[in-house]
Structures are given as C-alpha cells and as structure tokens.
T-cell receptor, first 113, second 112 residues
Framework: DVKVTQSSRYLVKRTGEKVFLECVQD?????MFWYRQDPGLGLRLIYF???????EKGDIPEGYSVSREKKERFSLILESASTNQTSMYLC????????????FGDGTRLSIL | SQQGEEDPQALSIQEGENATMNCSYK?????LQWYRQNSGRGLVHLIL?????REKHSGRLRVTLDTSKKSSSLLITASRAADTASYFC????????????FGRGTSLIVHP
C-alpha cells in the first residue's frame, strides 16, 4: 500500500514565522500535491510537482512556496505565516500512469496565532 | 475553481437506509473518482469510473455516470454508522489535465 506521511498532525505557529510542512511518500510517485481544505470550500490546490525540482502553481499559490529536492519528499513553505493561512493542509501523491487515484496523507491542521 | 459540485451538501440518515450523493461537473472528462474523508483525516479513494462506463460497483457502493448530463451519483446501500464521513467527487482537470479537481463534498451522517 502507498503511504503518504505528513510530518505533523497538528501545528501551532505565530504570525510572521516561517513554517515548513513536510510530506514523504514511499511509492516512487512522480507527482506530489499540496492542498488546503477549508469548511465550505473543499480542497484547493496550492502547488504541485511532477518531478524533482519541478513545481507548478495551483489555484491558490500566493503566500506559499514549495521544495522538491528528492522524489519522495515535497515540502510546503509559508514564508511569513498569516492568520488567514490557518487551515487543514493535505499532501497527496499520484502515479502518472493513466487512471490512477491520488493517495493522501492524514493532513496537518495548522493554526496561526 | 471547482469542476465538480456535490449535492446535497449534507445528508443525515438512519442506519440501514441507502445514501445517494450526486456530483455535477462542467466540462468533458476522461474519468471521475469518488473519495471518502473521515473527520480530521486524509482522503481515501473509493472508486473510479471511466467516461465510457455507465455503472460500477464495489461492495456496498454503486457509482453511475451520465456523461450527457455531466453528472455522477454515489449510492451507499444498507448504510452503517461507520459510513459517516464526507464524500468528494474528483474529475480530470481542465483540458484533460491529469490533475484531479475536487468538489466541495457531501457530509454524510448515519445515525445508529
């Protein structure tokens, strides 16, 4: 079974801090994704990566950056955290072979105070 | 922006009843997927249906797809309290992109 592991289930940070959310997958998937999930808004794509060192903006990239130095690891960075970035963050990976489902981590609930 | 939209937003039923959730989408797709999310957890893939399929079954789940109406439904038969979760449909991204686009989800509560 594919396992996607997010480093923290819960995280509390202060405004202005630089925040790192880490995600690791163990199935050699080319594609990895970061979403945020807010009540009533569903999942919104922040960034995705289709290969090492490659990244593409999703629907809501503002205030975020990402890093993919190794195939198995995809990091989401909040350069200067703000309260409106309080949310549930979900990481996913995907084998690019056609018709494959995404595999999700358990999420990180991030609170910015 | 969302491609798929689930309906209803919330559904409350008794154990043993059937639960039906619908998903409508806007542009042509190659496939549609349903996911489940337990409270505070990540999404788990349930079933994938291709655009040339009309119906698919997996255990107590039945998914239909009507490409002419750009809609899909997820039926959970003989529901259990453990089916309480949010359910999301996901379609191909715009222009045939392989990146799934998710709806806002249906919150299902099954009362024991």
């Amino acid at each position: 079974d594919v396992k996607v592991t997010q480093s923290s289930r819960y995280l509390v940070k202060r405004t202005g801090e630089k925040v790192f959310l880490e995600c690791v997958q163990d199935m050699d998937h080319e594609n990895m994704f970061w979403y945020r999930q807010d009540p009533g808004l569903g999942l919104r794509l922040i960034y995705f990566s289709y290969d090492v060192k490659m990244k593409e903006k999703g629907d809501i990239p503002e205030g975020y950056s990402v890093s993919r130095e190794k195939k198995e690891r995809f990091s989401l960075i909040l350069e200067s955290a703000s309260t409106n970035q309080t949310s549930m963050y979900l990481c996913a990976s995907l084998d690019r072979l056609a018709m494959q489902p995404q595999h999700f981590g358990d999420g990180t609930r991030l609170s910015i105070l | 922006s969302q491609q798929g939209e689930e309906d209803p937003q919330a559904l409350s039923i008794q154990e043993g009843e059937n639960a039906t959730m619908n998903c409508s989408y806007k542009t042509s797709i190659n496939n549609l997927q349903w996911y489940r999310q337990n409270s505070g957890r990540g999404l788990v893939h349930l079933i994938l249906i291709r655009s040339n399929e009309r119906e698919k079954h997996s255990g107590r789940l039945r998914v239909t797809l009507d490409t002419s109406k750009k809609s899909s439904s997820l039926l959970i038969t003989a529901s259990r309290a453990a089916d309480t979760a949010s359910y999301f449909c996901a379609t191909d991204g715009k222009g045939g992109s392989y990146i799934p686009t998710f709806g806002r989800g249906t919150s299902l509560i099954v009362h024991p």
